[in-house]
């Protein structure tokens, strides 16, 4: 008789820790809200995966980038970016970017280890994407060429992925 009421019990915490392993991974480009003191949020952009649980970020509006762990990502950020609260920065060297419009939230069209097509003086190069530096800014090995002449190109340089 214990064993018949023990059955729904298990399968009730199966379900749920089920469904709560079952959280939508984060991607590099989404706007997230990263913990901070005294449980202040920042808005700043997944730059790299690092491991499946670290994180390297970009502070939005303020020149400062972190390693930070999942347990410190408290979402992605839905709607208006939320401004920051006053006191300290994230990063002890961080200057305010200038003030103007938030952009829009969207995704990073390409990330790391993305095999791209890259224009330079008027031909196209094959290149992979090392580091995305921001949502329109990526760092790009060439194929063939030393690491020497890695840069960084813009969204608008990038052809398109290759196969």
């Known amino acids: 008789m214990t064993r018949l009421r023990a059955a729904p019990i298990a399968v009730a915490l199966l379900t749920l820790l089920t469904l709560s392993a079952c959280k939508k991974p984060y991607r590099v480009g989404e706007l997230v809200l990263v913990d901070w003191e005294e449980n202040r949020p920042f808005a700043a952009y997944i730059t790299d995966k690092v491991t499946s649980s670290r994180y390297r970020v970009h502070f939005d509006g303020y020149d400062c980038d972190q390693e930070v762990s999942l347990e410190r990502i408290k979402g992605r950020v839905v709607g208006p970016v939320p401004g920051p609260a006053p006191g300290k920065l994230p990063c002890a060297h961080a200057t305010a970017a200038p003030s103007g419009s938030s952009p829009a939230v969207t995704l990073a069209a390409f990330k790391a280890n993305d095999h791209v097509r890259v224009t330079w003086r008027g031909a196209v190069y094959s290149a992979t994407v090392l580091q995305v530096i921001d949502k329109s800014r990526f760092l790009v090995h060439y194929e ?13 340089r990038i052809v398109g992925k290759r196969p």
Do not use: P, Q
């Open 144 to 156: 063939g060429l030393e690491s020497a002449w890695d840069e960084t190109v813009t969204l608008e």
